[in-house]
Every structure is written in structure tokens, then in C-alpha cells.
């Protein structure tokens, strides 16, 4: 038998009593998506800093010309970084607006 129903196929009081919760879920599922990409972006943003400092280091010690590997990658991290914090503050903007008018 499913939760929240009677066992006559007719849906139980706890149905009811958390359809508002439903509701809420929509806004949540697309509040962890935004969340997981901003982690996503960042992460590639920290790796591609990383990357960043390695080939200046290495580049430097062997004597190579790196300004330009170096300028593209530093443009390339803070994109990453950009589109780290739009889709955090795209999930700030959800989470003010969506706040539970239930409570």
C-alpha cells in the first residue's frame, strides 16, 4: 500500500496536508541544479587557476614565452569563476522569492 493513502485507492488525509509541500519542490529541484553547477564552474575555475600557476612556473623555469598561454588561461578561469557566481546568485534570487508563505 502507498504512503499516504487509505487502501481504497483514495488518497489518505496526509495527501492533503503536504500538497502545499509539492508545490515547493520546483523551485527547490531548480535551486540544486544551480547549486550544482555553480560548484561545477568553480571547481573548473580552481583547476584551470591551478593549471594556470604550473605552466607560469614551469614556462618561467625553462625560459619559455608564456604571456599569452598564461593571459588565456587567466581569461579562461575567471569565466569559469563568472559563471560560478551568476548561477549562485541566480539560486540566491530563487530561494528570496520562493520563500514558504506557510510558514
Known amino acids: 500500500m502507498p504512503w499516504g493513502s487509505c487502501?481504497?485507492?483514495s488518497p489518505g488525509h496526509d495527501?492533503?496536508?503536504?500538497?502545499?509541500?509539492?508545490?515547493?519542490?520546483?523551485?527547490l529541484k531548480?535551486?540544486?541544479i544551480?547549486?550544482?553547477?555553480?560548484?561545477?564552474f568553480s571547481t573548473i575555475s580552481a583547476i584551470t587557476a591551478?593549471?594556470?600557476?604550473?605552466?607560469?612556473?614551469?614556462?618561467?623555469?625553462f625560459n619559455v614565452a608564456h604571456e599569452y598561454g598564461?593571459?588565456?588561461?587567466?581569461?579562461?578561469a575567471?569565466?569559469?569563476?563568472?559563471?560560478?557566481l551568476i548561477?549562485?546568485?541566480?539560486?540566491?534570487r530563487i530561494a528570496l522569492h520562493e520563500i514558504d508563505p506557510y510558514q
Request: aromatic residues 8%.
Open 87 to 92: 548561477n549562485l546568485a541566480r539560486d540566491t
Open 7 to 9: 487502501g481504497d485507492g
Open 50 to 61: 591551478s593549471v594556470l600557476v604550473i605552466v607560469a612556473f614551469v614556462s618561467a623555469y
Open 70 to 76: 598564461v593571459g588565456a588561461l587567466f581569461v579562461l
Open 15 to 27: 495527501e492533503a496536508a503536504t500538497g502545499h509541500l509539492k508545490a515547493d519542490l520546483a523551485p
Open 34 to 40: 544551480l547549486l550544482n553547477k555553480a560548484i561545477l
Open 78 to 84: 575567471l569565466a569559469f569563476f563568472t559563471a560560478s
Open 30 to 32: 531548480r535551486g540544486a
